[in-house]
């Protein structure tokens, strides 16, 4: 009998041999899977009914269509959980803006349309010998959204992604076309890079690429205490680490990526779904005997053993696709705060029976753009989760109080509960953004309900 089998066979005893917890307990009350909107996110947090949802084919289309709109807000594959998006009026995909327009192979640098997704730019430019300097985890996004939101990969000497951009085009709500970089328009360039989507539509970047490479990734279990011995050193020596916590099991994931410079093969299908499976079994059945829970847990793995080994270009390896959906929050804590944060937050997460996603830990360089969540600070990212059909909200009650507490800033597109007031306390260079975003977008064309909220 195989783990799985092993998990249900257990799940099975006991349902004869006790009370159910029911799911119900969990279940959001306003998710309604039966609601067809315009247009939503990718968890179903968000919807809209805009009057005008449109994928212009070019920048001439393109300014037609911001010239026309009352309120404008722009759409990648809305994986955001923040409602950046939703308006009544209309939502513009840049779809249409995609692709490696040209290449300058002696600087390591590419030309692409920022509306390409994330997996297509790093196929097509392994094809060039480049690889992105820094990739996030899940590879669906549009590159356009995730550098506008900080979205980062994980490593000591990697900065997030918007930090290897060095040029930007950004078409205004007003039709004036800006080019942006370190010396033409610098201060829309230092704006642009983190802008939320509310100075424009940005349309193309220059980025600074690495050669391509190949990595060999293990994911290795320890128990807990790993952490607190051994983890800083790991973080500050691998050329990519991270940790996932698995609650109530005192079991910690460890993600190792170094360059491999030997032959490869194809990845290995992924079992981090069929776990969340598991996870997710063993909470709905077990969730009143905790030893029983961490018992049965202990059959997906024991301190040092390695469920995944394998080498394989770097893009195929550092993300992946995510198809189970959940609502997330992540905060940047400030590296000298990090680990008491994450204990906090690891022994929060284990007071709350109806959790089971893991807690994400992962380290980022510092940058200057002015709204990067690492402005001048070197970071640790912490990130809780919860199934998008199950409530949330403690996500942002409970765990952001303790992210507060360390000195986090949000993720800009992830659950936080900052106000205009705290972004501006958190960011030195927040009234100079304002000046660049009033400079752009005079008449807030580019302000929904919430943007409005901390921009307007």
Not at 38 to 54: G, T
Not at 83 to 107: A, H, Q, R
Not at 366 to 376: G, I, K, N, V
Not at 447 to 454: G, M, V
């Amino acid at each position: 009998m195989d783990r799985r089998d092993f998990l249900k066979s257990s799940a099975a005893l006991a349902v004869t041999a006790t009370t159910l917890q029911s799911c119900k307990d969990y279940a959001r009350e306003d998710y309604d899977p039966t609601d067809k909107p315009k247009w939503k996110n990718w968890s179903e947090l968000h919807k809209a009914n805009p009057k005008v949802i449109a994928a212009p084919k070019d920048e001439a289309e393109l300014v037609k269509l911001m010239k026309e709109a009352k309120t404008v807000r722009f759409a990648g594959t809305s994986h955001s959980f923040m409602p950046l998006i939703p308006n009544d009026d209309t939502i513009i995909s840049l779809d249409n803006f995609k692709g490696v327009l040209s290449v300058d192979k002696e600087k390591v640098q590419a030309r692409v349309g920022a509306g390409t997704k994330l997996f297509f730019l790093s196929s097509e430019l392994d094809k060039h010998g480049q690889a992105l300097a820094s990739i996030p985890d899940i590879n669906t996004q549009s590159f356009a959204g995730a550098m506008s939101t900080g979205t980062h990969g994980t490593g000591k000497k990697w900065q997030a992604m918007h930090a290897y951009v060095k040029a930007i085009k950004i078409v205004a709500p007003t039709g004036v076309v800006y080019e942006c970089s370190e010396t033409q328009n610098p201060d829309i360039f230092q704006a642009a890079k983190v802008s939320v989507g509310t100075l424009g539509a940005i349309t193309e970047v220059t980025l600074q690429n690495r050669p391509a490479y190949n990595v060999h990734k293990t994911v290795k279990v320890q128990e807990l205490d790993w952490v607190w011995k051994n983890a800083q050193n790991s973080f500050e020596t691998a050329e990519h680490f991270e940790i996932y916590y698995i609650p109530h099991t005192n079991l910690v994931a460890l993600l190792t990526s170094e360059i491999h410079e030997g032959e490869v093969q194809d990845r290995p299908n992924s079992e981090d779904e069929n776990a969340l499976k598991d996870l997710k079994m063993l909470r709905d059945y077990f969730s009143w005997s905790p030893w029983l829970r961490k018992k049965l847990a202990s059959t997906m793995g024991k301190p040092d053993d390695v469920i995944e080994d394998f080498k394989d270009k770097s893009f195929k390896s550092l993300a992946q696709p995510r198809v189970t959906k959940f609502n997330e929050s992540e905060y940047h804590i400030p590296k000298e705060n990090a680990f008491a944060c994450f204990k906090e937050v690891v022994e929060l997460i284990d007071s709350m029976p109806g959790t089971y996603y893991p807690v994400e830990l992962r380290n980022i360089k510092q940058d200057d753009a002015w709204l990067s969540p690492f402005y001048m600070k070197d970071c640790y990212s912490i990130a809780v989760h919860a199934d998008n059909t199950e409530e949330y909200q403690y996500l942002l009650d409970d765990f952001g109080k303790i992210f507060r507490k360390h000195g986090g800033r949000p993720h800009w597109g992830k659950l936080n509960d900052f106000t205009k007031e705290d972004f501006a306390a958190a960011y030195p260079k927040w009234n100079d953004f304002l000046a660049v975003r009033q400079k752009l977008d005079p008449e807030g064309k580019l302000l929904n309900e919430y943007t409005r909220k901390i921009f307007g």
